[in-house]
């Protein structure tokens, strides 16, 4: 199970392995007392960071892009996926909207990728989305 959730939420027993997927630290916030491992590679780039700024209205626009970038760099998150099929998995992010966030897209993204690699189903192919 895959779930997403504000760095500033307490831990919860039932969160199962805490990843932080942003690529600056939140604000804050102290290394030691976080818990969770942090994976800025996973995160959206700066530059698309920067574009987006946690603007709603580009949302979909950062959506599209976020999830080319994601497939165009499998290493960065492949190891999720083992994770959310064994357990819960919380991906951890600052963002005050909850709903508009890389986290969410990320879930998403894993969540695809977990559907595609259900038995029976073919190799992933990332030929149309990296253009």
Known sequence: MIRCKRVYAP???DDGRRVL???L??????????AAEWLKDVAPSNELRQRFHHEAG???????????ELA???????????VARKGNL???????????????????????????L???SSPTCYAG???
């Not at 630290?25 to 007392?33: A, H, I, M, T, Y």
Request: hydrophobic share 35%.
């Open 58 to 68: 580009l949302f979909g626009e950062f959506r599209e892009a976020y999830r080319k």
């Open 129 to 131: 989305e990296l253009e």
């Open 25 to 34: 630290w939140p604000r804050g916030v102290r290394k030691e007392d976080l």
């Open 11 to 13: 831990m919860e027993a």
């Open 72 to 82: 165009a760099h499998p290493e960065h998150w492949w190891g999720l996926l083992d």
């Open 90 to 116: 919380t991906l951890l992010y600052g963002a005050k909207d909850e709903k508009h966030n890389n986290a969410q897209v990320l879930a998403e993204f894993l969540e695809d990728e977990l559907e595609r």
């Open 118 to 120: 259900h038995p029976g």
């Open 21 to 23: 997927v942003d690529r």
